[in-house]
């Protein structure tokens, strides 16, 4: 079965620290890559997606991620987070033969002033 | 444009009885999928609707339905409530089908099950 793995649960940083969080799937066959933020009391919102080409994309707010096939994963990066950062980070694979997306289980990120 | 709603946001609801959450996409968007969301175990997906047409379904038992309207709002129906069932229930418009099209959720509706 298609799965998504965010390793991390919690996460706590200090503003200007950096940030990786990890998302690894389970599917061989072609998948759309997604990263969604929820801020608190906020809609989740997409971060940033990744179809094809370069496989480092850029997405809002200074986040990339990095899809490295061989890996199976997507990991989110920021070189220095800030406070306003802190929100709850999903993983998503849309798979493109069942027309259907499956999330990981999420990453609370909590920046600490 | 607005973005999507929810009704209502909050449901306090006892065991054994059923309820209906609504959904309203954003203006165009003909596609809504629906999520439960609960602490550790992320989105899981419910089913999605196209043209009026459930497209896809999740693992979910029968007692969670759904249907969607010609103005593409669609309601989810869960039947004899269990504790288990206490969550966030979100809703997903996007242009069309396929996952190419970026999801734009709502706010959620939380039903606390008693």
């Known amino acids: 079965a298609q799965s998504v793995s965010q390793h991390n649960h919690h996460v706590i940083l200090s503003e200007a620290a950096s940030l990786e969080l990890g998302c690894n799937y389970s599917?061989?066959?072609?998948?759309?890559l997604f990263w969604y933020v929820q801020y608190p009391g906020q809609h989740l919102q997409l971060l940033l997606k990744y179809f094809s080409g370069d496989p480092l994309v850029k997405g809002i707010k200074g986040f990339e991620a990095e899809f490295i096939k061989s890996k199976f994963s997507f990991n989110l990066r920021k070189p220095s987070v800030q406070w306003s950062d802190t929100a709850e980070y999903f993983c998503a694979i849309g798979h493109n033969n069942f027309n259907k997306f499956y999330f990981g289980s999420g990453t609370k990120l909590n920046v600490k002033p | 444009k607005a973005g999507v709603t929810q009704t209502p946001r909050y449901l306090i609801k006892t065991r054994g009885q059923q309820v209906t959450l609504s959904c309203s996409p954003i203006?165009?968007?003909?596609?809504v999928s629906w999520y439960q969301q609960t602490p550790g175990q992320g989105l899981q997906f419910l089913f999605e609707?196209?043209?009026?047409?459930?497209?896809n379904k999740g693992n979910f038992p029968g007692r969670f339905s759904g249907r969607q309207f010609s103005n593409s709002r669609s309601e989810m129906n869960v039947s004899t409530l269990e504790l288990g069932d206490s969550a966030l229930y979100l809703c997903a418009s996007s242009l069309g089908l396929g996952t190419a099209d970026e999801q734009y959720f709502g706010p959620g509706t939380r039903l606390t099950v008693t």
């Open positions: 203006s165009g968007h003909r596609s």
């Open positions: 599917y061989g066959g072609t998948v759309n």
């Open positions: 609707y196209f043209s009026e047409t459930q497209r």
